[in-house]
């Protein structure tokens, strides 16, 4: 087997060093997800982001725990759904899900989406500064904020998130959130940042790019992410496209051909505005 890929690392505004790439673990459920997970971190991975909506959580944190790599060495993901928001659910809702990990400790804890006509994503995010306080969660974040959801958290709670995770692909290059990111000191995680399935990856654009890097189109794309400063979380379950995924720094895009990527602008994979989607 080929050794494990070094991945570098971003600093979070509370510290943390961050790896550059994560790896998505929605639809890796069950025996083969923790075997899935357990080869991904044989291969470097060190971040992972589960749910407790994915029902994946046992299966991701048997594979931390089965693993060789030591537990200091992994940073877990997980998320606070939608039916649990409110200080107390919120403080539940933890439990359940440090429960289905069988872990000590979470090292990032996202609101999974905002819901603003539910309008309780101050007083979960006011929980998660207990549950950081009390040393459960060591990174404490939000995921699909747009800015005004951001800020009304930092006025409110005076915690900046850590990390916004947010859909986020050549598709949908999110210019605009990524600068309020940067300005606030908030890292930007990419979700679907392969494009889901989509027709991206045989973009002629991104092909001609990894053909003059002598890379792949997914190298290309996860690449065009690291090099906006943005984290992403390629999912995959197969050994060999984990190994490509994370395998993306050993050549350098131009300056121009980040900007040709992002001319790929075109919106949103489904219909997942944070302001009307509601999941619970
Ligand atoms: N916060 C949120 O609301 C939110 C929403 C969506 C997703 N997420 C997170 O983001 C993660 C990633 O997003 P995603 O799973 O939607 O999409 P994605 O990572 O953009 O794409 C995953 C798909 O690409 C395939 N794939 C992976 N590597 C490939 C390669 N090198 N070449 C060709 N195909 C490849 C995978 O298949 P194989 O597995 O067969 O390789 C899978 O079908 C999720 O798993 C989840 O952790 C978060």
Not at 59 to 81: F, H
Not at 90 to 104: I, K, Q, V, Y
Not at 117 to 137: C, T
Request: charged content about 25%; overall charge negative.
């Amino acid at each position: 087997m080929a050794g494990a890929l070094s991945v570098p690392t971003l600093t979070l505004n509370d510290g943390t060093a961050f790896p550059a790439v994560g790896l998505g673990t929605y639809k890796l459920n069950g025996d083969d997800g923790t075997t899935a997970v357990k080869c991904a971190l044989d291969t470097g991975y060190r971040l992972l982001d589960t749910a407790l909506n994915y029902t994946n959580e046992g299966a991701v944190g048997r594979a931390v725990r089965e693993s060789d790599v030591p537990r200091g060495e992994i940073l877990v993901t997980s998320k606070l759904p939608g039916r649990h928001h409110g200080y107390d659910e919120t403080l539940a809702s933890f439990e359940e899900t440090r429960a289905n990990l069988g872990l000590d400790h979470v090292d990032l804890y996202l609101i999974h989406w905002p819901l603003p006509r539910i309008d309780k994503y101050v007083e979960s995010f006011r929980a998660f500064k207990k549950l950081q306080d009390e040393g459960l969660v060591t990174s404490i974040g939000v995921s699909n904020f747009t800015e005004a959801h951001l800020r009304r958290v930092i006025d409110e709670t005076g915690v900046v998130p850590a990390v916004n995770q947010v859909e986020l692909h050549p598709y949908f290059p999110q210019a605009a959130l990524r600068g309020v990111h940067e300005a606030l000191g908030i890292v930007t995680e990419s979700w679907s940042p392969i494009g889901k399935q989509s027709e991206l990856l045989t973009e002629k654009v991104i092909t001609d790019i990894a053909a003059a890097h002598s890379v792949t189109p997914t190298q290309v794309v996860v690449r065009w992410h690291v090099q906006l400063g943005a984290v992403p979380l390629p999912k995959s379950g197969d050994a060999g496209r984990q190994r490509e995924n994370l395998d993306v720094f050993g050549f350098e895009l131009t300056q121009a051909e980040v900007t040709a990527i992002s001319g790929l602008e075109r919106g949103r994979l489904w219909d997942g505005d944070p302001e009307t989607h509601e999941e619970f």
